[in-house]
Nanobody
Framework: QVQLVESGGGLVQPGGSLRLSCAAS????????IGWFRQAAGKEREAVSY????????YYADSVQGRFTISRDNAKNTVFLQMNSLKPEDTAVYYC???????????????????WGQGTQVTVSS
């Protein structure tokens, strides 16, 4: 019943931009905090960003700080990840996930999240 669906991935040149969307169903999005994660081929899943229910607090991985922006539109049950100045090392499958409680300092921990989307591929290449 609970679903998260990512969209917006694709092929982009280095320095380009993409906006990913995470659409929720089966629950009211504004009740929950949402994280973005990514997994490159041959690597473990890593945290990218996180947003609180109201959007007042946002966290970013050091590798994307200043380039990515997380936001939410609770009326549309959607969380976004705006990705600018993309680099080849950003290439990965990107996932959104629902946190069942406030994460605080644990926002990076994959095991803390209880629902995941199917992922959307982002490829940064010339």
């Amino acid at each position: 019943q609970v679903q998260l669906v990512e969209s917006g991935g694709g092929l982009v040149q280095p320095g380009g931009s993409l906006r990913l969307s995470c659409a929720a169903s089966g629950f009211t999005l504004d009740y929950y905090r949402i994280g973005w994660f990514r997994q490159a081929a041959g690597k473990e899943r890593e945290a990218v960003s996180y947003i609180t229910r109201s959007g007042d607090t946002k966290y970013y991985a050091d590798s994307v700080q200043g380039r990515f922006t997380i936001s939410r539109d609770n009326a549309k049950n959607t969380v976004f990840l705006q990705m600018n100045s993309l680099k080849p090392e950003d290439t990965a499958v990107y996932y959104c996930a629902k946190a069942p409680r406030p994460m605080g300092s644990n926002w990076r921990r994959v095991e803390e999240y209880d629902y995941w989307g199917q992922g959307t591929q982002v490829t940064v290449s010339s």
